[in-house]
């Protein structure tokens, strides 16, 4: 099979994938329900590893914050995280891709008592 064929098919099973995520998306809104099963499943897992993260505030008006995350594979290793709320962004990149909180902007937002997700 040419490398152009698999590219283009690819490219519509990806597509297909995010047009079946919006249209649930987007049922569960007009039913009035927070979020799909799936994202609620996400959040929660999200929420019990806040208790490794620490978020250090360096601007409330720009929303710019640090989180550390204490890693414990073995050797414990320390990973920074700077999140800008404003922007909606996050070094690691999944907020800007998914376009869904991550869980070092749900460390912020409870640091700061922010309902911004």
Known sequence: MPVSTLV??????????????RREANNFIQHSKICPPT?????????????????MLFDLE??????????????????KRAI?????TCTCGKWQTFQRSCSHVLKCCAKSHIDFI
């Open 62 to 79: 720009q929303g710019v914050f640090q989180v550390n995350i204490l890693k414990k594979l073995g050797v414990i290793k320390e990973v």
């Open 8 to 21: 283009q098919l690819t490219f519509y099973r990806y597509n297909s994938y995010w047009v079946k995520w």
């Open 84 to 88: 800008s709320l404003n922007d909606r």
């Open 39 to 55: 994202i609620e499943i996400e959040l929660t897992m999200s929420s019990d590893r806040l208790r490794d993260y620490t978020a």
